[in-house]
């Protein structure tokens, strides 16, 4: 999770802004309104970097600097909801681009528009289609860099369609790039990549082989956190596989490494990921104990994120123990920090665990109306594992209400989407 940009940073822009505006030069005034835009959106500070970036195009006018304000106004629009004013700006950045004859801007904006398709089409597979477009700017372009992250961001679109062979072809046509060009930095998040593809996938031995040479890497470039973000997925890995005590080795090892890095939200991370592996073992008091001095951090941190998921784990822990008004509570929270950064995913997500709530109570009728919120999140967003969950979890209080008939359909349903998730041909190409 990135940090945000400091207070101090924020101070020094705002008075370098101040100076710009007496000296009436516009372009720094406009990269300056951009450069507290981004800060502003590093700390989730929405509203304000919106704020900027529209002041930024206000004074930006018939240059590149004015297709970066459309862009980021567009990008901001689109996270905050609001889909027909972000297509607007990126379509306006697309054409000023092409009328400045500026391919780069024209191939970031592309990758902005496949994020809006990501995000609010009701074709998930339109993000490709607008990536396809930007890759084939920078071949024009002749640029191995652009190409390479085009193509991870095509294998990470294709992973999330549920396509593994599409999604395993783009990342290794993304790991050829990358190491023709030397780039390590790359190289390591491309592995990376390919090892959580074959972890979804169930494929233990080549997800450890990517993470290996990933990390072996990562170790050459002496990037502690980089180190971590490997182990922790390592510890994702053998968790899915059943072996817990490998998977508390490697997340304790990643906590290790946040700590000597002084990056207290991958500290909270490992925390949180730590107090799984305990809640999968059924030591609820050990998990809650990583929990809570997870949600600390988060916290002192003021990461409404991190609250989010680890106020999640909390109530599923109390849910298991029949604690169901403090579950409830703690979904509650959870709910209200995943509002307040416009993360749907996770709104879906803690909906669904709020219907938990009730269909453990014996109240399948609410349970059924929190489900049914959380279904339509998860299609939306594409989160095919979600919709399965939650899919298998209205059958459930089908079943209890009698609804035999509906209870099976809804079974069957989460099973092919459980199939499709899972069927995957890959053959092992990785060097």
């Known amino acids: 999770m990135r ?7 924020l101070s020094w822009a705002r008075r370098a802004l101040k100076a710009a505006r007496k000296l009436g030069r516009q372009e720094d005034i406009s990269k300056l309104l951009l450069t507290i835009g981004l800060a502003h959106e590093s700390r989730r500070e929405l509203r304000q970097a919106l704020s900027s970036y529209e002041d930024a195009l206000s004074v930006a006018k018939g240059d590149s600097l004015e297709v970066d304000a459309l862009n980021n106004v567009g990008l901001i629009r689109s996270i905050l909801g609001d889909s027909k004013g972000s297509i607007h ?54 640029d191995p860099w652009g190409m390479a992250n085009t193509l991870s961001s095509i294998g990470i679109a294709y992973m999330n369609l549920g396509e593994t062979a599409a999604a395993l072809n783009a990342h290794e046509r993304a790991l050829t790039l990358r190491e023709e060009i030397g780039d390590k930095l790359g190289q390591w998040r491309t592995l990376n990549s390919i090892g959580l593809l074959y972890t979804h996938t169930s494929e233990r031995q080549r997800a450890l082989q990517s993470f290996a040479k990933a990390h072996e890497i990562t170790m050459e470039l002496k990037d502690l956190d980089a ?28 906590l290790s490494r946040h700590r000597r890095n002084g990056d207290q939200h991958g500290e909270a991370t490992s925390l949180n990921n730590i107090g799984l592996v305990y809640y999968d073992l059924g030591d609820d008091q050990r ?14 941190l003021k990461s409404r994120e991190g609250k989010a998921s680890t106020f999640s784990n909390i109530g599923l822990v109390h849910l298991r123990l029949r604690e169901y008004e403090r579950a409830a509570d703690c979904f509650r929270q959870s709910l209200s920090a995943a509002k307040s950064i416009h993360d749907v995913d996770q709104q879906g997500i803690t909906l669904n665990n709020i219907g938990l709530v009730y269909g453990s109570s014996g109240n399948h009728k609410k349970a059924l109306a929190f489900y049914e919120r959380a279904l339509v999140i998860h299609k939306r967003t594409g989160n095919r594992a979600e919709e399965s969950t939650t899919l298998s979890n209205m059958a459930l209080s089908y079943r209890e209400r009698k609804d035999l008939e509906m209870a099976d359909l809804l079974t069957a349903e989460a099973a092919v989407i459980r199939e499709k998730i899972s069927e995957s041909p890959i053959p092992l190409v990785l060097k």
């Not at 940090?3 to 940073?9: M, S, T």
């Not at 973000?229 to 510890?235: A, K, Q």
């Not at 104990?289 to 002192?300: C, D, R, V, Y």
């Open 89 to 142: 700006c990126l379509e306006q950045a697309l054409s000023r681009a092409r009328d400045l004859h500026n391919a780069y801007s024209q191939a970031a904006t592309l990758h902005n528009i496949a994020a809006w398709h990501r995000r609010h089409s009701q074709d998930s597979s339109m993000e490709v289609v607008w990536l396809e477009k930007a890759l084939e700017v920078w071949r024009s372009l002749e």
């Open 227 to 254: 180190q971590a973000t490997v182990l922790s997925n390592l510890g994702v890995l053998y968790s899915k596989s059943g072996e817990n005590g490998q998977a508390l080795r490697y997340h304790k090892k990643a």
């Open 3 to 9: 940090q945000g940009l400091g207070r101090e940073y």
């Open 287 to 300: 998990a809650l104990s990583f929990f809570q001095e997870a949600l600390s951090l988060w916290q002192k």
